[in-house]
């Protein structure tokens, strides 16, 4: 019984022997109701008053820099009736749609639109325009020409 303190000020600590005052606090643990406590942003108590210049807009509600219409289809490495099928369901929706081929793909981009007009609609789609053109892309030494092709298609 000699090792146990019976002081007022002193009490035992979580250790056995270790003996702490009442007025400190071990700088490892954090009483759950302390007021250093973080409130995460979800929580509902959190407001953020509108004039706030951090006031964060959604990215959704920004404008977009280079939007890109809802009308173009830009072929890549997928197959080509996926492409198809995407023209001809935004042909439905819209009078004329465009496909953008850049590169490799180029020949891909013709062969949507010749699937599109030839083979999918039956006549009900004829090519508007085809329009060919060099993008240079790359910086300093690095830069180098590559080909465009835009064929738009629409209805009869």
Do not use: C, F, W
């Not at 999918?120 to 690095?142: F, M, N, Q, V």
């Amino acid at each position: 019984m000699s090792d146990i303190n019976t002081n007022d000020n002193e009490h035992v600590g979580s250790n056995p022997g270790e003996i702490s005052s009442e007025n400190s606090i071990p700088d490892t643990v954090v009483p759950e109701s302390s007021p250093d406590t973080v409130v995460p942003e979800s929580s509902p108590d959190t407001v953020v008053p509108e004039s706030s210049p951090d006031t964060v807009v959604p990215e959704s509600s920004q404008p977009s820099v280079n939007p890109r219409p809802d009308n173009h289809i830009y072929v890549g490495k997928k197959p080509v009736m996926s492409y198809a099928m995407s023209g001809l369901i935004q042909l439905g929706h819209s009078s004329e749609i465009v496909i953008k081929g850049r590169g490799m793909v180029i020949s891909r981009a013709v062969d949507v639109a010749q699937i599109i007009t030839e083979r999918l609609s039956k006549g009900k789609y004829s090519t508007k325009s085809i329009a060919i053109d060099t993008e240079i892309l790359g910086e300093g030494d690095e830069k180098r020409n590559v080909s465009t092709i835009e064929i738009v298609i629409g209805t009869k």
